[in-house]
């Protein structure tokens, strides 16, 4: 068992450049976030997802898309990345009825120059 | 509106002390509230939730928190600290629409000085 695995785990892009991040779980969970977390920030909820085929957009979605084309498959989309998208991005998972419970991925560390 | 803060950027602690990491919410209704726990180069990892129910919460790794409804606290305490508990931990409130997203803190790094 995995659990929550992110691809890559470190990536520099310069300005303009688009790029995807994948998110895989193998716990079938119906829920998957995307946040990003900013030093002196916590963690911020850029999209969710709950269940195969549908997204939702959280707190800080602009300048991201996702999609959700299998139950243990989120995609993190950024088509025209900015030095403000530098961040750490992780993904996470929970199950019905426990969706507060979230199990995360380990990260992917952008950095956007 | 839901939220958590953390007062605390930073706390240190020497090995064996007891430890508290405090963390204050504001939520309309009643509160569902998580401790999770970062280590270096790793993604969260959940500690413990209060629901309902006792307001002391007992958590992993020998972590508890107290549920304080009228100082609306929830602070996490370990009686003894170790140097491996050395990590950045988050509060956390979820989120009262059907998300079920975490609201989480700015985390509080602990330092356990051996």
């Known amino acids: 068992n995995a659990g929550v695995t992110q691809t890559p785990k470190f990536r520099v892009l310069k300005t303009g450049q688009s790029m995807t991040l994948l998110c895989a779980q193998d716990?079938?969970?119906?829920?998957m976030y995307w946040y990003r977390q900013d030093p002196g920030m916590g963690l911020r909820l850029i999209h969710y997802?709950?269940?195969?085929?549908?997204?939702a957009k959280g707190e800080v979605p602009d300048g991201y898309n996702v999609s959700r084309l299998k139950k243990q498959n989120f995609l993190l989309g950024l088509e025209s990345a900015a030095p403000s998208q530098t961040s750490v991005y992780f993904c996470?998972?929970?199950?019905?009825?426990?969706?507060?419970?979230?199990?995360f991925g380990p990260g992917t560390r952008l950095t956007v120059l | 509106a839901q939220s958590v803060a953390q007062p605390e950027d930073q706390v240190n602690v020497a090995e064996g002390n007891p430890l508290t990491v405090k963390c204050t919410y504001s939520?309309?209704?009643?509160?569902?509230l998580f401790w999770y726990v970062q280590y270096p180069n790793r993604g969260l990892q959940f500690l413990l939730k209060?629901?309902?129910?006792?307001?002391l919460v007992k958590g992993s790794y020998g972590f508890e928190a107290e549920f304080n409804k009228s100082q609306t606290s929830f602070h996490l305490k370990k009686p003894s600290a170790l140097v491996s508990d050395s990590a950045l931990y988050f509060c956390?409130?979820?989120?009262?629409?059907?998300?079920?997203?975490?609201?989480f803190g700015t985390g509080t790094r602990l330092t356990v000085i051996p």
């Open positions: 996470a998972s929970s199950y019905w009825p426990s969706t507060d419970t979230q199990y």
């Open positions: 716990m079938n969970h119906e829920y």
């Open positions: 997802s709950v269940g195969e085929g549908t997204t």
């Open positions: 939520v309309s209704g009643n509160p569902y």
């Open positions: 209060y629901i309902t129910g006792d307001n």
């Open positions: 956390a409130v979820r989120a009262l629409t059907g998300a079920n997203n975490l609201f």
